[in-house]
């Protein structure tokens, strides 16, 4: 089993649509969890960061997480074309050593 | 302010050879971590420097990696001998530390290295 699992994708979604990404974690003593955005040939992006069950909002943005259940999303409201790109989702225990998923591959159809 | 800088961009050697890539940090940041992605799977951490100081290198594959941080500023991570498994792409990111609001980390956009 993978410490940090995604779907792969492609997830495809309309244009101004909301994109849901979702991601689970084995370890159970990870205590912060982000999301970061990777257009392809680019280096990783952080969008968002979340530490704290529940929901927190950036924008566009929602991170969502259920410590319960070992599970963090990611919310794109209005997905803009521009938005396309691999949303990795990694965790840390506290290490500061991230453990990264292999990512999602999100569309936006225009 | 610049980014995280990584140099070269590619790189393409022979098995044997050595191969040393470089990082410069955000200035003032004392964190520094090498991560790498290899044949399409995930990023992997390799090792986090704080100051000039290996803080966890509990990623590095083997003895043929060996990562230093000069007077704690830039670093560099040198492969000898590599070998094709090798091949992948080396992210070099940089942090502070932030209390209570977390961290993040900016990452460099990566050397590409090829084994043949």
């Known amino acids: 089993q993978k410490e940090v699992e995604q779907n792969s994708g492609p997830l495809s979604v309309p244009e101004g649509a909301i994109a849901s990404l979702n991601c689970t974690y084995s370890d159970r003593g990870s205590q912060s969890f982000f999301w970061y955005r990777q257009y392809s040939g680019k280096s990783p992006e952080l969008i968002m960061s979340?530490?704290?069950?529940g929901d927190k909002e950036d924008g566009r943005f929602t991170a969502q997480l259920n410590k319960a259940s070992q599970y963090v999303s990611l919310l794109i409201r209005d997905s803009q074309p521009s938005d396309s790109a691999t949303y990795l989702c990694?965790?840390?225990?506290?290490?500061?050593?991230?453990?990264f998923g292999s990512g999602t591959r999100l569309q936006v159809q225009p | 302010e610049a980014g995280v800088t990584q140099f070269p961009s590619h790189s393409v050697i022979e098995k044997g050879q050595t191969v040393t890539l470089r990082c410069d940090p955000i200035?003032?940041?004392?964190?520094l971590y090498w991560y790498r992605r290899v044949m399409g799977k995930e990023i992997k951490f390799l090792l986090h420097?704080?100051?000039?100081?290996?803080?966890?290198e509990s990623g590095m594959p083997n003895n043929r990696f060996l990562a230093e941080r000069t007077g704690g500023t830039y670093s560099t991570l040198k492969v000898q001998p590599a070998e094709l498994e090798d091949s992948g792409v080396y992210f070099c990111?940089?942090?502070?530390?932030?209390?209570?609001?977390?961290?993040?980390?900016?990452f460099g956009s990566g050397t590409r290295l090829t084994v043949v």
């Open positions: 420097f704080v100051k000039e100081s290996k803080q966890d």
């Open positions: 200035s003032g940041h004392d964190n």
């Open positions: 990111a940089s942090s502070q530390d932030v209390p209570a609001s977390g961290y993040g980390y900016t």
């Open positions: 990694a965790a840390d225990t506290g290490r500061r050593a991230l453990t």
């Open positions: 979340i530490y704290s069950n």
